[in-house]
């Protein structure tokens, strides 16, 4: 098992940052990929950012890319994503998965983010 916490939400005027975190405890030696994902009303979750956590591979949303910045620290079992250039279309319910080598899936609860314009 693998237990998630995510912080770093919170509301912000359109163009300002956020950083969001997203700690993994457990059995963390099976990690073989984080994802942040976003979900806003109405609306099906997405992908927003993924990073592969041996290779440190990076894949990212078309509509994130040059804004976000997804990065990961092992030492910690934490991975971070960046948010810069924040937009209104951006506020949604971020939230973090861990797929092990295993092909299992770990979500986390999910943490608001908020621009105002």
């Known amino acids: 098992q693998i237990q998630l916490v995510e912080s770093g939400g919170g509301l912000v005027q359109a163009g300002g940052s956020l950083r969001l975190s997203c700690a993994a405890s457990g059995n963390t030696f099976s990690i073989n990929r984080f994802g942040w994902y976003r979900q806003a009303p109405g609306k099906e979750r997405e992908l927003v950012a993924r990073?592969?956590?041996?290779?440190?591979?990076?894949d990212y949303a078309d509509s994130v890319k040059g804004r976000f910045t997804i990065s990961r620290d092992i030492a910690k079992d934490t991975v971070y994503l960046q948010m810069n250039s924040l937009k209104p279309e951006d506020t949604a319910v971020y939230f973090c998965l861990i797929t092990t080598r295993f092909g299992s899936d770990f979500w986390g609860r999910g943490t608001q983010v908020t621009v105002s314009s």
């Open positions: 990073i592969y956590y041996i290779t440190g591979s990076l």
